[in-house]
């Protein structure tokens, strides 16, 4: 499944030089689009839940959307 951009949160990094999300994705899941606009997920299926890109966000405008079957399950 792959990640879920808020457009309503994702200013798409104005006021810095790249898309803090592309840059800091280690499988290349998005797409660098204009400044100012949301990155387009441009491989969704790459998508392998590292994190980088919902932690590194300033906007928190990222979320994982985890299968169920990679939840881990603590009693």
């Not at 499944?1 to 290349?28: A, S, W």
């Not at 441009?42 to 392998?48: G, H, K, L, S, Y």
């Amino acid at each position: 499944m792959p990640p879920v951009i808020n457009t309503k949160l994702c200013d798409g990094c104005t006021g810095r030089e790249y898309q803090i999300c592309v840059e800091h994705c280690p499988f290349d899941v998005f797409k660098s689009t204009e400044i100012g606009k949301p990155p387009l997920i441009a491989r969704p299926n790459e998508c392998w839940y590292e994190n980088a890109c919902v932690m590194d966000c300033p906007k928190r405008a990222i979320n994982l959307r985890i299968p169920l079957p990679m939840h881990i399950v603590v009693k």
